[in-house]
């Protein structure tokens, strides 16, 4: 079974806080992605990585930064966080080739920042 | 801009009930479409439409794709208290390497 797993189920920080999410996924798969998830928004892509090293924007890439040292782990980072970025995240990770039918999503962070 | 609108917004109906779940898109690059199923954790993967008039189904949930009229809708027969949940649909760009465009979603509560 694919395994994407998340640092954290549960955060609450400080404004001005630096903030780290981790995700892992156990399936080699190439390409991982960080969603910021809002009622009536939906999930809007933050940032995605194709590969190790590699990071492309998404739709929404202010105020947050990756990292993508190794392969397995992708990692967001909220350089000093804002209480507009309280928000539940997802982390999704998936092969290149395959179809997206095999794009598999992590629990989630709620993350709070009061 | 790209981008993939879901009607209804919510939706409340009773067991036994059948219900349409419409997604309509506007994307420059398509290359599929995608319904996920979001219950209290993460989205899991229901279907993935790329091809117009074909329907997928998957027991008592049918899918099917209108490439000509940008649209998608999902359907749910005899509907179960289990099916209550958020439903999203995706269209995913090929002109961005795995990169998805999300709608709003459409929370449908499905009442005893």
């Known amino acids: 079974d694919v395994k994407v797993t998340q640092s954290s189920r549960y955060l609450v920080k400080r404004t001005g806080e630096k903030v780290f999410l981790e995700c892992v996924q156990d399936?080699?798969?190439?390409?991982m992605f960080w969603y910021r998830q809002d009622p009536g928004l939906g999930l809007r892509l933050i940032y995605f990585?194709?590969?190790?090293?590699?990071?492309e924007k998404g739709d929404i890439p202010e105020g947050y930064s990756v990292s993508r040292e190794k392969k397995e782990r992708f990692s967001l980072i909220l350089e000093s966080a804002s209480t507009n970025q309280t928000s539940m995240y997802l982390c999704?990770?998936?092969?290149?080739?395959?179809?997206?039918?095999?794009?598999?999503f992590g629990p989630g962070t709620r993350l709070t920042v009061l | 801009e790209d981008k993939v609108v879901q009607s209804p917004l919510s939706l409340v109906v009773h067991e036994g009930d059948t219900v349409t779940l419409n997604c309509s898109y506007e994307v420059t690059n398509f290359r599929s479409l995608l319904w996920y199923k979001q219950e209290k954790k993460a989205p899991t993967f229901l279907f993935m439409l790329t091809s117009s008039g074909i329907e997928k189904k998957s027991g008592r949930l049918s899918s099917i794709l209108d490439k000509k009229e940008l649209f998608s809708i999902l359907n749910i027969t005899a509907t179960q208290t289990g099916d209550s949940a958020v439903y999203l649909c995706?269209?995913?760009?090929?002109?961005?390497?795995?990169?998805?465009?999300f709608g709003q979603g459409t929370t449908l509560q499905v009442k005893p």
């Open positions: 999704a990770s998936s092969l290149t080739s395959g179809g997206w039918d095999t794009q598999y």
């Open positions: 995706a269209v995913e760009d090929s002109g961005n390497t795995g990169k998805l465009i």
């Open positions: 990585s194709y590969d190790v090293k590699m990071k």
């Open positions: 399936m080699d798969h190439e390409n």
